[in-house]
T-cell receptor, first 112, second 116 residues
Framework: GENVGLHLPTLSVQEGDNSIINCAYS??????FIWYKQESGKGPQFIID?????DKRQGQRVTVLLNKTVKHLSLQIAATQPGDSAVYFC???????????FGKGTSLLVTP | DAGVIQSPRHEVTEMGQEVTLRCKPI?????LFWYRQTMMRGLELLIY????????DSGMPEDRFSAKMPNASFSTLKIQPSEPRDSAVYFC??????????????FGAGSRLTVL
C-alpha cells in the first residue's frame, strides 16, 4: 500500500524552543492528514488535522503545514514543554476510505 | 464518557494458547478499529467495523486472527493459537461516522500482549 513515513526517528529539543516534526507521504489521494501524540503506556491522542484543500492550520501552540507539491507534512510546536515529550505520528485518510494509515513515528525528547 | 475501554491491559501467555482481547467503544460511535503496534512495523490497521459489520479485514495477518462485534458496545479480537511474533500492543479505536475533522479517532489505552 501507500506509505506514510517520517524523516527523523528522534528529535531532541530544549525546553522553550520550537520543535518541527516532519512527515513525507506518497498517497496523493488523501483527504485528511492528522497528527497524533502518544505518551508512554498510552494510546495515540489526536492533536490536530488538516484537510487536503488547506496548506496551514493552527491550534494551541501547534501548527500543521501541508505541502502537496512535495507531499510533505510538518507539525510545529511552539515553546516546547517537557509534557510534549512523546512519540508523534502523522496519519492520513484516503478519499475512498475511513481508516487512518500511520507513519512510524518520531520520538520528541524535551530537555530542561 | 469513559472513552474507549480495553481489557486486559496486559496479557502474558504461552505459545499455542488462545488470546481474547476486548474493547468497548465510546457510546454512539459507529466505527470501530483494531490496530497493532510493534517497534518494527509501527501502527498497523488490522480490521474495522461500521455499525457492527466488518468493512475491511485485509490487515488481519492470518487465519489465526479473528475479530467480532456482536453489538454496538463490544468487540473482541481473538488469536488462536498465539505465537511469539504476535507479541505487540493492540489498540482499539472508535469514531463517530466517517472522518470529517470533527469526528476524530479516539484510541483506548491498549492491550500489551506477550507470547512466550
Amino acid at each position: 500500500g501507500e506509505n506514510v513515513g517520517l524523516h527523523l526517528p528522534t528529535l531532541s529539543v530544549q525546553e522553550g524552543d520550537n520543535s518541527i516534526i516532519n512527515c513525507a507521504y506518497s498517497n496523493s489521494a488523501s483527504d485528511y492528514f492528522i497528527w497524533y501524540k502518544q505518551e508512554s503506556g498510552k494510546g495515540p491522542q489526536f492533536i490536530i488535522d488538516i484537510r487536503s484543500n488547506m496548506d496551514k492550520r493552527q491550534g494551541q501552540r501547534v501548527t500543521v503545514l501541508l505541502n502537496k507539491t512535495v507531499k510533505h507534512l510538518s507539525l510545529q510546536i511552539a515553546a516546547t514543554q517537557p509534557g510534549d515529550s512523546a512519540v508523534y505520528f502523522c496519519a492520513e485518510i484516503p478519499f475512498s476510505g475511513y481508516a487512518l494509515n500511520f507513519g512510524k513515528g518520531t520520538s520528541l525528547l524535551v530537555t530542561p | 464518557d469513559a472513552g474507549v475501554i480495553q481489557s486486559p491491559r496486559h496479557e502474558v501467555t504461552e505459545m499455542g494458547q488462545e488470546v481474547t482481547l476486548r474493547c468497548k467503544p465510546i457510546s454512539g460511535h459507529d466505527y470501530l478499529f483494531w490496530y497493532r503496534q510493534t517497534m518494527m512495523r509501527g501502527l498497523e490497521l488490522l480490521i474495522y467495523f461500521n455499525n457492527n459489520v466488518p468493512i475491511d479485514d485485509s490487515g488481519m495477518p492470518e487465519d489465526r486472527f479473528s475479530a467480532k462485534m456482536p453489538n454496538a458496545s463490544f468487540s473482541t479480537l481473538k488469536i488462536q493459537p498465539s505465537e511469539p511474533r504476535d507479541s505487540a500492543v493492540y489498540f482499539c479505536a472508535s469514531s463517530l461516522r466517517a472522518y470529517s475533522g470533527a469526528n476524530v479517532l479516539t484510541f483506548g489505552a491498549g492491550s500489551r500482549l506477550t507470547v512466550l
